[in-house]
């Protein structure tokens, strides 16, 4: 019975709030648009957010499991930062060799080398000049977490006699070979041709990259085609999880001492790894959500002044009705919970809608990543919880004053 009778006076309190609203359109529109929008907000930068970085946290990962990546440059740079660390020693083939052979912490060691923005063909068909053309050594593979689908990973024998054979990427298959037949065909790359012995699994798109459009070939082949004069990235698997930071430490102490760093200088190397890009994704966007946060705070302040103007005028064109539910005994505290509830509740109805469109309008970066869409649940349960607070402290001065009315005064009111 309590609880039918919570319900009748829930409903009865949305039927009024929304006789409210119907009886001043435009107002109860403009009033409930601060909120959807400073709602909006909020859900649709952190729904974006949350989609990339489920893409970089999950299908996205460029290495394996406990996997980490030394490379000349880092990741992520400033503007004026490119000079400081073009003036490096490249990563040669020697040194890598050094770590791979020293690392005793490791499962794998690949190195690996790449040129950009290549054409790659077939006698009928060729590329736009996006493909990237890999030089991978045996655990190159393992490293980058590349798995074979159809065909074979070339051999140690293949590998040392620098034979012209190559693993292509879905992409690559697809725009080279739409109807099959790619195991057993001849790519050709900058001018030298490639027996296809193997075809990747695909891994997908990454924030508008492509990470199946490539060939990989031997590094040994790569280096007598292109030359040794680049920098190379060594990337290592540790045995474990649990010796991961050690790993880490292990191939810093080994490369310093090959690369004759000074103890007291810091690295001319940077390590980079899943969890490196989603700590840096996180601090990029940690700015990005501050800031939609401040904007967000003030429309939803402002549109809980919008909430206090529409029940004080509620109030007014209610007054003889007040006076007539005091007269009949009406205890204050009903009407202060009447005109309070109503003001949540046009809070939250323009919350409900700020979430809705959020989450839609954020998950349009699904479409861009090729990454499933998501709900972020708590962000919606803190945008509801937000909404329901602002109709609270807004609505609590007109509620006050409907429920401390004079009866007598009230009745006479015209």
Not at 71 to 82: L, Q, V, W
Request: proline share 3%.
């Amino acid at each position: 019975m309590a609880h039918r009778l919570f319900s009748i006076d829930l409903m009865e309190v949305a039927g009024i709030a929304l006789m409210a609203i119907r009886a001043n359109k435009l107002r109860s529109v403009l009033t409930l648009l601060g909120i959807v929008i400073g709602v909006f907000s909020i859900i649709a930068v952190m729904t974006a957010v949350r989609v990339l970085q489920t893409g970089i946290e999950s299908n996205l990962s460029q290495l394996g499991s406990h996997t980490f990546q030394i490379e000349k440059y880092p990741r992520t740079m400033g503007a004026h930062d490119h000079h400081r660390f073009r003036n490096r020693k490249d990563i040669t083939i020697d040194q890598a060799l050094v770590v791979a052979e020293r690392m005793t912490l490791a499962k794998y060691v690949g190195i690996e080398a790449w040129r950009r923005g290549r054409v790659v063909k077939t006698k009928t068909i060729k590329s736009n000049p996006d493909v990237s053309v890999a030089g991978e050594n045996l655990d190159g593979f393992a490293t980058n977490n590349w798995n074979v689908e159809e065909g074979r990973l070339f051999s140690s024998y293949e590998y040392q006699q620098e034979r012209n054979v190559a693993i292509i990427g879905q992409a690559v298959k697809d725009k080279l070979f739409p109807f099959g037949g790619a195991l057993g065909s001849e790519v050709n790359a900058d001018g030298e041709w490639y027996t296809v012995i193997g075809i990747l699994e695909k891994k997908g798109g990454m924030l508008g990259g492509n990470q199946d459009n490539f060939i990989a070939i031997p590094l040994s082949t790569w280096l007598a085609k292109y030359g040794d004069d680049r920098s190379l990235n060594i990337m290592v698997t540790a045995a474990s999880p649990e010796v991961f930071e050690e790993s880490i430490d292990q191939a810093r102490a080994i490369l310093r001492a090959v690369r004759k760093v000074a103890p007291a200088q810091e690295d001319d190397f940077a390590f980079f790894s899943n969890d490196s890009m989603i700590e840096q994704f996180n601090d990029f966007t940690f700015y990005v959500k501050l800031g939609v946060g401040f904007i967000s705070f003030i429309a939803l302040v402002a549109a809980g002044v919008g909430i206090m103007n529409i029940m004080l005028v509620s109030v007014t064109e209610r007054t003889r009705e007040i006076g007539v539910r005091k007269a009949v005994g009406a205890q204050k505290r009903a009407i202060l919970s009447q005109f309070l509830a109503e003001a949540v509740f046009l809070s939250q109805l323009g919350g409900v809608v700020g979430i809705a469109l959020g989450v839609l309008g954020g998950n349009m970066m699904s479409l861009l990543t090729d990454v499933p869409p998501v709900f972020p649940v708590d962000w919606a349960a803190i945008g509801f919880i937000i909404c329901s607070f602002i109709g609270i402290v807004f609505g609590v001065y007109p509620a006050w004053k409907a429920a401390n009315l004079d009866p007598i005064e009230a009745l006479r009111y015209e």
